[in-house]
């Protein structure tokens, strides 16, 4: 707990107020203020009669038996790899306890220590008696851990402890883990999620989640690639913008996503470079995509995502995005290079025209 958390907190047990711990320091009320917002920190003369009027010790006050910096997990977690090496899991195991009994609230040093005192167990050989007395104190100090009020290492701490409880087959224990999660942890708490409907049983509901996660990582995957097509592009990179724009293509046929999304792609890439050809080739495809019907969940990759029930079986085209596309297409200033030739404004037409579906 850092100082200004601490000193509020005593002063609040204590009962007494700001200007009170002003006035008997003899400082003003706004410099306690400022000590409690951690803005200031108190004087190193002030600490022992601030200990007094808080009834503690300096040690307490500073929280010395309660934190240790990076660097001292650092250095300790050396040791633990010199311990575990020279002398044995046994060793390891025991200087992480003594170490955790001397700063028990400091849950950087329980999930630091927890975390390769798991990697160096994996690769010790011992016996499954012991290996299992190891994964129960593993399990405590993931415990503890998740008790910080650091929200991305009590996080990792109950992830980790979410993936233990689902390896032993503790269902309720595992779900009472994931449910900690908040949802800023979606991906990773989705994954546990599966895994854990898997070791059930659950197969359709782990299928689900899945399916879902890989749209949702192709389509991410699929924009970074068009973006940084774009960058080589600008920075005059040709080779490099074909090398990407094709990796796009072949991610959204791998991924099997609607064929027009690899023309529009192309049409992109190509209007960035100011490529007619290029371009007119990709727009064609492009409107031929929008009108053919297109059914996702045809593909062994979605098969349990749930359809519409008004949804047809062979499934939809995209008609209705024809009118505004070829309304950008004739107004937008990107695609001006266009204008003005002849077989751009035929193929306008000729999509116009087309009779509605």
Request: proline share 6%; net charge negative; aromatic share 8%.
């Amino acid at each position: 707990m850092p100082l200004s958390s601490q000193i509020r907190k005593m002063r609040k047990e204590r009962g007494l107020t700001q200007e009170q711990v002003a006035a008997s320091l003899g400082v003003s009320a706004p410099a306690v203020n400022k000590w409690e917002k951690g803005v200031t920190c108190p004087d190193i003369t002030l600490l022992p009669p601030l200990a007094r009027l808080l009834d503690t010790d300096v040690n307490t006050l500073l929280c010395f038996h309660e934190t240790l910096s990076e660097h001292e997990i650092g250095v300790f977690c050396n040791e633990l790899a010199a311990a575990a090496e020279k002398e044995g899991i046994e060793k390891a195991f025991q200087l992480a306890q003594q170490k955790m009994h001397r700063y028990p609230r400091c849950g950087a040093l329980l999930h630091s220590a927890a975390l390769f005192l798991d990697g160096a167990l994996a690769m010790a050989d011992v016996s499954p008696q012991n290996r299992q007395r190891y994964e129960k104190q593993l399990l405590s100090f993931y415990e503890r851990a998740a008790q910080s009020e650091d929200g991305p290492l009590r996080d990792s701490a109950v992830s980790m402890l979410a993936s233990k409880y689902i390896a032993q087959d503790d269902y309720e224990n595992a779900q009472r883990m994931l449910d900690m999660l908040p949802e800023g942890t979606a991906a990773e708490k989705k994954q546990l999620q599966a895994g854990l409907f898997i070791r059930q049983g659950q197969y359709a509901e782990a299928a689900a989640l899945l399916e879902h996660r890989l749209i949702t990582l192709s389509a991410e995957i699929q924009q970074s690639l068009l973006r940084l097509a774009k960058i080589a592009i600008y920075e005059e990179r040709a080779s490099d913008a074909d090398a990407l724009t094709d990796i796009y293509v072949q991610c959204s046929r791998l991924f099997h996503q609607w064929p027009g999304s690899s023309w529009t792609a192309l049409f992109e890439a190509a209007a960035a470079e100011k490529n007619a050809p290029k371009a007119l080739l990709a727009l064609e495809e492009t409107f031929k995509a929008l009108s053919e019907p297109f059914n996702m969940l045809d593909s062994p990759l979605y098969r349990h995502i749930p359809m519409k029930k008004d949804a047809p079986q062979e499934g939809v085209s995209f008609p209705q995005m024809l009118p505004p596309l070829l309304r950008e297409l004739e107004q937008s200033e990107e695609y001006a290079f266009l204008r003005g030739s002849r077989e751009f404004e035929e193929l306008l037409t000729r999509w116009r025209q087309r009779p509605a579906p």
